[in-house]
């Protein structure tokens, strides 16, 4: 998003974070701003008008009322009716703000319960799974396969294993997609997560499992050079010959063995 759109989705951030003041107001507004969403996907018509800078504020409140306040919450009213007063750039911006909303919210969910780091690395894993997996990627992104067929698998991969929110998220990411891969909807709800506490996410490739202590030293290395906290997520990759790669805020640090031969290499070479 850029300009007003960026604008308007921090503002409604902000008083999203004032009406989910309780754990089951957050999860209300999280499933009902999601069924939100869902309306305005299939309903150009309607987000156009809702997103209209030509038409009157009152008029859009007035709108975004009339079609959802009987069908969901005061709380999700008030959010959705500030929504739709703020500018946007485009319909989509609005409908992207309101479905990062409902993810928000489930993430505050997973927060209150004590377990946001679990909720960042199970969407984290799952993603890289499905990426790995054509079957199972196939499987839950068929748009034409029963959504009952897809909830009852996501159940027995996830249930047990993962957070209640994140198999609610890679439910959600399954059976609506809005227009995205399934791997990219779970980097996404991971990137929000972690964006809720102003983290960085950082992808450490290793040969082999760094320690406790030694991921603590890392993350402590980063959040010093990059003035937040990170959260890191650890790939086992053996082509890494000794040290590790490091992606994170969209550069590269490769201290490995292997990139260090290749340079060698290039220079003997040139």
Do not use: C
Request: no cysteine; aromatic share 4%; net charge negative.
């Amino acid at each position: 998003m850029r300009g007003a759109s960026r604008a308007s989705l921090a503002e409604a951030t902000e008083r999203l974070a004032g009406l989910t003041a309780g754990a089951p107001s957050a999860r209300q507004l999280g499933d009902e701003l999601f069924a939100v969403v869902t309306v305005l996907d299939g309903e150009p018509a309607l987000r156009r008008a809702l997103a209209d800078p030509a038409s009157a504020r009152g008029a859009r409140a007035g709108l975004a009322s009339a079609v959802f306040g009987s069908q969901v919450s005061d709380r999700t009213t008030e959010l959705i009716t500030s929504v739709v007063t703020s500018p946007w750039s485009s319909p989509a911006d609005l409908v992207d703000a309101l479905d990062q909303l409902a993810v928000l919210a489930v993430v505050v969910i997973a927060d209150r319960d004590g377990h946001l780091d679990d909720l960042e690395d199970d969407l984290f894993r799952f993603a890289r799974i499905v990426g790995s997996q054509p079957e199972l990627r196939a499987a839950l992104s068929n748009p034409y396969a029963p959504a009952r067929a897809k909830e009852e698998l996501i159940s027995a991969l996830l249930e047990g294993r993962a957070t209640p929110e994140a198999v609610q998220l890679v439910t959600r990411a399954s059976l609506h997609p809005r227009g995205r891969s399934l791997d990219r909807n779970l980097e996404q709800y991971a990137q929000l997560a972690a964006q809720y506490r102003e983290r960085l996410v950082a992808e450490v490739r290793v040969a082999t499992e760094l320690s406790a202590a030694q991921r603590t030293r890392l993350a402590a290395a980063l959040a010093a050079a990059y003035g937040h906290e990170v959260h890191l997520n650890m790939v086992l990759d053996p082509q890494v010959i000794g040290g590790m790669i490091i992606r994170i805020g969209g550069e590269q640090i490769d201290a490995s063995i292997a990139s260090r031969l290749a340079e060698l290499r290039r220079r003997l070479a040139a």
